[in-house]
């Protein structure tokens, strides 16, 4: 793994250093749009709508528009906030861990202690084992400013980003507001079905069956020669070629010896068209004249 940040957490006068790892990754099998009557790739241009010019990630600003006008802001502007400068993980507050609603997790982190002595990491790690007690932080990270929580997992510190209160929705759904009569009975014979199912939940027992049969759908279609050649039908990715298409010495010479030869061949066409349109008309000259 690569880290993504560095910074120290900070709680009172102590101060932990660590580097930032993402905890979790995707493994759903990429797909791409393509026409469906030649397989051809599907692009997305980001075109300037004043210029027309398609623009490089490398010259894309962020902007805020309030209706009649619109401020531009610049990654130096962006960097330039005081709370975007800051590396540090500041302890808010050490709360019990029972009291955090799931619901609030967005993003994971793991953890890694970041210097020659991992002591103060390890007394954080341990004190939060022994009080069963989550640390609430506050930091900025990748332009937000975060709250999140601060806990064990596995024998490592994990990083677990929360929602604002704000961005958590109110469930209002009328059916429930209705008084709904449930007997004894019903609840006894829906217990029983909820201990029918009872058991341990171990992830590792489950896996995405959607991925699975793409995968294998994918592999039959291989298997079958249910294929078009990559290279000549998608073309080189904009994502490796960083914003545009990259191309070889040799390619990229034999495109441009092809491109000339059309454009010698175009011209020749041109010429050989004016050339025979010349010698039509001196001919119906010719003729008017004798008639």
């Given at each position: 793994?690569?880290s993504i ?13 660590v580097k ?13 749009q393509?026409?469906?009557?030649d ?16 623009v ?20 130096a502007?962006l ?7 800051s590396?540090?993980i500041d ?8 009291q ?6 967005d ?15 390890v007394?954080l ?6 009080t ?14 975060r ?20 961005e958590v ?5 009328p059916a429930?507001e ?8 019903e ?13 341990d ?11 699975a ?15 078009i ?10 994502e490796?070629?960083g ?24 011209a ?17 000259s ?6």
């Amino acid at each position: 793994m690569r880290s993504i940040w560095k910074g120290a957490i900070t709680f009172g006068l102590v101060n932990v250093p660590v580097k930032v790892y993402s905890a979790t990754e995707d493994h759903d099998v990429e797909l791409h749009q393509v026409h469906d009557a030649d397989g051809g790739r599907i692009r997305y241009q980001r075109r300037c709508e004043v210029c027309g010019k398609i623009v490089d990630y490398a010259h894309i600003d962020k902007a805020f528009t309030d209706g009649d006008k619109t401020v531009v802001i610049t990654d130096a502007d962006l960097k330039a906030l005081p709370e975007e400068r800051s590396r540090e993980i500041d302890v808010v507050e050490f709360v019990p861990s029972g009291q955090l609603d799931p619901i609030l997790f967005d993003r994971s982190y793991f953890l890694e202690p970041d210097g020659s002595s991992p002591k103060a990491y390890v007394l954080l790690l341990r004190t939060l084992e022994q009080t069963d007690r989550t640390a609430i932080v506050h930091f900025a990270l990748r332009q937000k400013t975060r709250l999140a929580a601060l806990r064990v997992r596995g024998g490592v510190l994990m990083l677990q980003t929360l929602l604002w209160d704000d961005e958590v929705r109110v469930a209002e759904f009328p059916a429930l507001e209705q008084t709904v009569k449930i007997s004894d009975r019903e609840l006894d014979l829906s217990a029983a079905l909820v201990d029918s199912f009872a058991d341990d939940f171990t992830p590792g027992n489950y896996t995405d069956e959607y991925q699975a049969q793409l995968r294998r759908l994918i592999e039959e279609k291989l298997a079958k020669g249910d294929a078009i050649d990559t290279e000549a039908t998608f073309g080189h990715s904009e994502e490796e070629a960083g914003g545009g298409e990259v191309l070889d010495l040799m390619e990229a010479l034999r495109r441009s010896v092809d491109r000339s030869r059309s454009g010698r061949d175009e011209a020749t066409a041109a010429t050989t068209t004016a050339e025979s349109a010349t010698r039509a008309t001196k001919k119906k000259s010719t003729a008017r004249k004798q008639a």
